[in-house]
């Protein structure tokens, strides 16, 4: 189960970690690249790309933490559920109401169901 939960923590804080990097360097280039969203030079739209970078780099970076401070591994994986999750169900709740989006952000969706119920799986073993 330790094998399971280092991978899951590892692929979770680098994910994270990457996307809130590159995302916060330089936002307008990494979402037409990776997304394929054509984000304009609006201050106030790049403030709020720029914040949630931030938030999910900070997010990586507590996660992988946990990978090298065996206390804080049950709140690394608590995190890296609601993070994984909470985009995820956000996601699908745009796809309901506002239609599917590219085939980057649903394989992106995939990804984030996949992670966070791997975490959440790790939660439910370890600590139950």
């Known amino acids: 189960m330790e094998i399971i939960s280092i991978a899951t923590l590892s692929l979770s804080a680098l994910m994270l970690i990457f996307v809130g990097i590159m995302r916060l360097s330089n936002p307008i280039k ?13 201050a106030s739209l790049l403030n709020e790309m720029r914040g949630v970078s931030a938030v999910m780099l900070s ?6 933490f ?18 994984f999750l909470g985009f995820a169900i956000g996601r699908l709740i745009s796809l309901k109401v506002d239609g599917k ?15 966070g119920l791997a975490n959440t799986f790790c939660l439910i073993t370890i600590y139950s």
């Open 59 to 64: 997010a990586g970076i507590i996660i992988a």
């Open 30 to 42: 990494t979402y037409g690249k990776n997304s394929g969203i054509r984000l304009e030079r609006d």
């Open 101 to 115: 989006p590219s085939k980057q952000i649903t394989q992106g969706i995939l990804f984030e169901l996949v992670l």
């Open 66 to 83: 946990g990978l090298f401070i065996e206390k804080l591994t049950f709140s690394s994986h608590l995190i890296a559920s609601l993070m």
